[in-house]
């Protein structure tokens, strides 16, 4: 019996022991051999590293068919399942895994904003510490290549196209209203608090066929999936005062904040060329809440804003100006859901809504507008492997506007309509290896109230030319509805069109960034009208058109000296257009054929200060002057402004912060206004439109209250 | 009977071989990682995790070679993968031992590399992280030596960064030094590295 069970044993053990050498050699896709690779059999401990010459031995005691893993950092995983006796002097050749760093990027058009420094051309804290830009995160996009400076409106203006060209979305959901009310010549700022965001992407031209809607650019803003940790903030400013509070649970979170400004006390200080009967007051809040599922994010973000004010508004015309109240109260409610559905397929779900009214009254005009916009939203999105992916979807959007004018010199006027329109999108990306990729899309669009269904092609391709750099190419069609002011007159219209072509460089380098991008826009059925404003008796039509040329230049430097950070942008825009109610075609008011912006900020250790400047140029804007013959032809003279901000950290949980825009007192001009009759010499007088004032300031006091005592706010100003 | 007993020895040889195996695996990466092996030993934590399944301390440990790596690394595209890999390890490890104190200061450690990396790029997102994490862990084990020690040399770089004295913090590594004696544990290969880091922490304090 002890005899027979030890034969068992060494019988067992010998044939536990019967070793297979397996052996190979591994490569990458140039015949370069790869050392270090992890080679093993699955789910046993029998595997090796290969060597320099990219050699590997290993013995098993495994038999039959066995599944041997290759893996190695930047590489895709290599598996052979076979008979282990064949496993010998096997040669393999490792794929690159082109969702690894120093893969080529799908980039022409856009600049991304986020925490993946590759990809990124801002860091997350630009958007808000760049000075001038005061906290509001259209400011620092304002110092990007191909945006004009239009300092009186606030608004971005890309590429020359007008401010209207440009959507925003917030979580993959379309925004309706993205800037405050305000009144003509009074800029105006991003609706939403920057805090609520993390990663961003501002497109100049060629987007994804995901979105549409959009002649020019589309901003999207991430809000943040899941906070770090609970906090309390207040903000004391000299125009303001705020608080927002973060709270989290297992696997819920909730951030809220309030702001209420009030520039009458700013006003009373600081002499205004513009008369404020009201001064500028606004009351909002926001809130957003997160759920984490097993398998996904449901995100809910709801915004209120309230705000009115009343001002003389100048109008050569007039000689007493006229009297403007504005009141407006905008609702903005965004859900959204992105989840795993398992087998590599995963959903992104969302509906947002808004509701906005305004009560503007004109001398004895009374305007009340009523617009609700509903957008739905389920794109699904399929990765069959690293190096192919498909998304699509299926969007609605609904909205109802109407509008009651009640004037004593007429009955009161009543104008609505419904914009509703479906879309369908679908877009892959492809990459071919680490060097080339292509993403190509197609979105269709049907308009109900005008009638009308658009195809709209969208491609972009992408080569890695080195190491550390590369070129790409975009084209892509679009399509937008009119605006507001023309559909509440008309309808009998064809959908805006824009074909976009680029073609981009990006160095990238050590913290160093240079971006080149050549881009031709062509603009076609722009709406042109043939009174001096869009009217209800004015005639419409899709016939306008126009193009845009031109090269934007980008240069970032982060280490060339020690806590300095610099960017600098140029843009050469050479646009004309036949639009609105144009004699020929001609460059619009709004488009500067160059613009220069110069960004930098500091960090002074020993004063534990963040200090920033920013410069910018643009040259000369375009403007019409009745006593000439030809349309469009006089120029306004440059515009200059040089902002400077100083943040200094008392503690690491208070900030002390002051800005001033426009440090020189620089004398901008706008734009001319006409009158529209000549005086008595026969001329036409002229005003000039200027800012309210030359500079503005800003003095705030912002604490953070929270666990880490380290978290502050900073990254806010 | 002798069927029970063949079946039985049979069973006692395999349930030891494995034993073995997983041991002397082990020790064979932590030898590989002594002698500057890195991406040998780093292979091998992973082949046993791989091996192992249901084990958390071959991906925490495959995790700590490529973060302490990168310490001693130049090279940004090096840095950022090594990085992303030892957080893929972390992630495996976490779905394997839940609420666990160790895991918790690996990843602490991973997020300052990023802000060691570029302060200017990670340092907001990923200050607040590293904070949050070695309070996690302490709440789970109060008495970890490790989390006392490093959250405290945290703690004193950011009181430098404020001009305030790092001495402050100088009694937490006296706590992390008593702990470091009382550490003991039952499983093999548990985490007890960070004693030999105490001189260094300890320059602050002079």
Redesign the interface.
Same mark, same amino acid.
């Given at each position: 019996m002890r005899s027979l069970l030890s034969t068992i044993l060494v019988f067992t053990t010998a044939f536990f022991y019967a070793q297979t050498k397996i052996s190979g050699n591994i490569k990458d896709a140039s015949g370069i051999p790869i050392a270090g690779a992890n080679v093993y059999l699955d789910g046993t401990y029998d595997g090796s590293s290969s060597n320099d010459t990219g050699a590997f031995i290993f013995y098993t005691e495994e038999t039959e068919q066995q599944t041997l893993i290759i893996s190695f950092l930047s590489f895709e995983n290599f598996t052979l399942t076979a008979d282990v006796a064949t496993m010998k002097a096997l040669e393999i050749k490792l794929r690159e895994d082109v969702n690894s760093l120093g893969s080529v990027m799908l980039n022409a058009g856009s600049f991304a904003a986020g925490d993946n420094s590759e990809a990124s051309v801002l860091k997350p804290l630009d958007i808000v510490t760049t000075a001038g830009a005061a906290g509001d995160y259209i400011g620092a996009f304002q110092t990007l290549p191909g945006t004009s400076t239009v300092a009186e409106d606030g608004r971005l203006f890309v590429r020359g196209g007008d401010a209207d060209e440009a959507n925003v979305y917030i979580d993959g959901l379309r925004v309706f209203q993205p800037y405050n009310a305000t009144a003509n010549n009074i800029p105006t700022r991003g609706r939403f608090s920057p805090f609520l965001f993390k990663g961003t992407t501002f497109s100049t031209g060629g987007y994804s066929a995901e979105y549409g809607d959009a002649l020019s650019s589309v901003l999207l803003l991430n809000t943040i999936d899941q906070p770090d940790q609970e906090k309390t903030e207040f903000q004391v400013i000299n125009v303001g005062l705020g608080m927002g509070n973060t709270q989290k649970w297992k696997n819920n979170s909730l951030s809220i904040n309030a702001f209420y400004s009030n520039l009458k006390p700013y006003q009373e200080i600081i002499s205004q060329r513009v008369d404020w009967i009201k001064p500028f007051e606004s009351l909002s809040g926001e809130a957003v809440y997160r759920h984490q599922f097993k398998n996904g994010l449901l995100k809910v973000y709801g915004g209120l804003n309230y705000t009115n004010f009343q001002l003389i508004q100048e109008d050569i015309n007039t000689p007493e100006g006229f009297n403007f109240e504005l009141t407006n109260r905008n609702l903005y409610m965004n859900a959204s859901y992105k989840g795993d559905l398992g087998n590599d397929w995963s959903i992104n779900t969302g509906a947002s809504i808004a509701n906005d009214d305004s009560d503007i009254i004109i001398s004895e005009t009374d305007v009340d507008d009523m617009d609700n916009s509903v957008h739905l939203k389920v794109k699904v999105r399929k990765r069959f492997s690293n190096r192919f992916k498909l998304s699509f979807g299926v969007e609605q959007f609904l909205g109802d506007f109407t509008e009651d004018v009640d004037s004593p010199d007429f009955e009161t006027f009543h104008t609505s309509y419904q914009n509703n329109s479906t879309a369908t999108f679908a877009e892959s990306s492809i990459f071919f290896n680490k060097k080339l990729a292509m993403k190509i899309g197609v979105r269709g669009t049907h308009n109900q109230l005008l009638e009308s269904t658009k195809i709209a092609p969208r491609v972009s391709l992408a080569y890695k030319t080195s190491e550390t750099s590369q070129v790409s190419f975009a084209y892509g069609d679009f399509y937008q509805t009119p605006q507001q002011e023309i559909l509440k007159y008309t309808t009998l219209l064809d959908p805006k069109k824009s074909s976009h072509y680029l073609f981009n460089y990006l160095f990238q380098h050590k913290g160093r960034t240079l971006r080149a991008e050549a881009y031709y826009k062509k603009y076609d059925q722009l709406v042109k009208y043939n009174t001096s404003m869009p009217m209800f008796d004015s005639d419409y039509m899709s016939s306008g058109d126009g193009y845009a040329t031109g090269l934007d230049l980008y240069w970032r430097d982060n280490t060339s000296i020690k806590n300095l950070e610099y960017w600098t942008s140029y843009s050469y825009l050479d646009t004309e257009r036949d639009y609105q109610n144009f004699t020929e075609s001609a460059t619009p008011n709004f488009a500067t054929a160059h613009n220069i912006s110069f960004v930098s900020k500091y960090w002074i250790k020993d004063w534990k200060s963040m200090v920033g400047a920013t410069y910018n140029f643009a040259s000369g804007r375009p403007y019409d002057d009745p006593n000439t013959t030809t349309f469009m032809d006089k120029k306004t003279k440059a515009y200059q402004a040089l902002n400077m901000n100083w943040a200094y950290l008392i503690s690491p949980q208070k900030v002390l912060f002051f800005s001033v825009s426009n440090v020189l007192g620089t004398d901008n001009i706008f734009n001319y206004q006409y009158a529209n009759t000549p005086n008595a010499t026969g001329n036409f007088d002229r005003q000039t439109i200027r800012p309210a004032a030359d500079r503005f300031f800003i003095v705030g006091f912002f604490w953070t209250i929270s666990d880490d005592k380290t978290d502050n706010q900073l990254d806010n100003l | 009977m002798?069927m029970i007993?063949?079946v039985l !020895?049979?069973l006692v040889?395999t349930t030891t071989?494995a034993q073995t195996?997983?041991e002397k695996?082990m020790t064979k990466a932590f030898e590989f990682w002594k002698n500057q092996k890195t991406? &040998?030993a !780093?292979?091998?934590f &992973?082949?046993?995790a791989?091996?192992e399944k249901e084990n958390w301390l071959p991906y925490y440990c495959a995790a700590q070679v490529h973060i302490v790596k990168t310490f001693n690394s130049k090279d940004?595209?090096e840095i950022?993968?090594?990085l992303?890999?030892a957080q893929n390890y972390l992630n495996e490890a976490k779905t394997f031992s839940k609420n666990n104190a160790e895991i918790t200061i690996m990843e602490a450690m991973l997020n300052s590399a990023y802000v060691i990396y570029?302060g200017? !790029?990670?340092g907001?997102?990923h200050?607040?992280?590293v &904070? !949050?994490l070695y309070?996690k862990a302490k709440a789970i084990e109060p008495e970890n030596p490790r989390a006392i020690l490093y959250h405290a040399e945290w703690q004193m770089g950011?009181a430098k960064f404020?001009?305030k004295d790092p001495k402050a913090f100088c009694p937490e590594i006296e706590k992390a030094i008593l702990y470091f004696e009382k550490e003991s544990s039952d499983i093999p290969f548990y985490p007890q590295w960070g004693k030999d880091q105490i001189a260094r922490v300890q320059k602050n304090c002079q």
């Open positions: - | 002798k007993i063949t !020895a049979f040889i071989q195996n997983y695996g991406d &040998e !780093a292979n091998l &992973e082949r046993i791989k091996a940004g595209k950022l993968s090594r992303e890999q570029d200017q !790029a990670y907001m997102t200050s607040p992280k &904070e !949050a309070q950011a404020w001009g």
